[in-house]
């Protein structure tokens, strides 16, 4: 899981903000949240949806840490162990600032609460923010914290978080990207696109990568049907829409 994190001096920076809200440590990375009518093969939606990937899709994604380590061993705990059997996993509704607590309801609420605590972990925010420009890419922050009790944030706090999405959004895009971070397309696939959004025909394509026109092709067709395209324009425009290629 260490090997997917993503060195960045501006969230080391934001970490240094955060103390001062009483939080030790910060995660941080990027889903996509399927809107009802995208016609999207479920298999491919279950990689990328903010409402639907799983603990172990979760686990593999590449993402921004700052902090006290051991909350990142608390993470991994938890997705391998203990986010499949919790009901607060999937959050349903979408929301925004929300401070976690265990009601300790049950043997699960209990380990969790427990897991917590022996991390260091004794409060927890969670903020999802849907971009105001990627229609659907929603950035998804973790805070944790050693404090039982916290300052007061006055709505300081997801002020400072929403900023600094813009701000990652825009240095760590290509990075974070949940279609390409899934490895829902390849490398090569995502050559392919962007050469074709820029208006280059399959001829130069296959010219500029040292593929064949047919492997060119084998590309596009595989493109088509996981973003639910009909032709080639349909493509890109589709592409754009959903984000897997960014105007910005």
Same mark, same amino acid.
């Given at each position: 899981? !260490?090997? +997917?994190?993503?060195? %960045?001096? +501006? ?7 955060? +103390?001062?809200?009483?939080?030790? #440590? ?6 996509y949240?399927?809107? @009802?009518?995208?016609?999207i ?5 279950? /990689? ?6 799983? @603990?172990?899709v979760?686990?593999?994604? &590449? ?27 999937? @959050?349903?509704?979408? $929301?925004?600032? =929300? ?11 209990? =380990?969790?609460? #427990? ?10 925010y969670?903020? =999802?923010?849907?971009d105001? $420009?990627?229609?659907?890419? *929603? ?5 944790c #914290? ?14 400072l978080?929403?900023q600094?999405?813009?701000?990652? *959004? ?7 990207? @949940? ?11 995502m050559?392919?696109l ?17 593929? %064949?026109?047919?492997? *060119? ?14 032709? +080639?324009? &349909? ?6 829409k /959903?984000? *897997?290629? %960014? !105007?910005?």
């Amino acid at each position: 899981m !260490l090997t +997917r994190r993503i060195p %960045s001096e +501006r969230f080391d920076t934001l970490m240094k903000q955060l +103390r001062q809200f009483g939080f030790h #440590s910060c995660y941080y990375t990027l889903f996509y949240r399927i809107s @009802p009518g995208q016609q999207i093969a479920p298999e491919f939606a279950e /990689l990328i949806d903010y409402d639907r990937c799983s @603990p172990r899709v979760i686990s593999k994604k &590449h993402y921004l840490f700052s902090g006290d380590k051991r909350a990142l061993q608390f993470q991994k705990v938890y997705l391998q162990r203990f986010a499949e059997y919790d009901k607060r996993f999937y @959050p349903g509704d979408f $929301f925004e600032l =929300a401070e976690y607590h265990s009601k300790c309801q049950g043997r699960v609420e209990k =380990a969790i609460e #427990s897991g917590l605590k022996a991390h260091g972990i004794e409060h927890e925010y969670c903020l =999802a923010i849907e971009d105001e $420009f990627r229609k659907g890419l *929603v950035g998804f922050f973790w805070l944790c #914290s050693p404090n039982k009790e916290l300052p007061q944030a006055d709505g300081k706090l997801d002020t400072l978080l929403m900023q600094t999405h813009k701000q990652l *959004v825009a240095s760590h895009y290509e990075e974070l990207n @949940p279609w390409t971070d899934a490895q829902l397309l390849s490398p090569s696939s995502m050559t392919v696109l962007k050469l074709l959004a820029d208006g280059v025909g399959s001829n130069e394509i296959a010219e500029q990568l040292h593929l %064949s026109r047919r492997g *060119v092709e084998y590309h596009i067709d595989g493109l088509k049907q996981k973003l639910g395209a009909s032709n +080639r324009i &349909h493509l890109v425009a589709k592409a754009l829409k /959903l984000g *897997v290629l %960014s !105007l910005y």
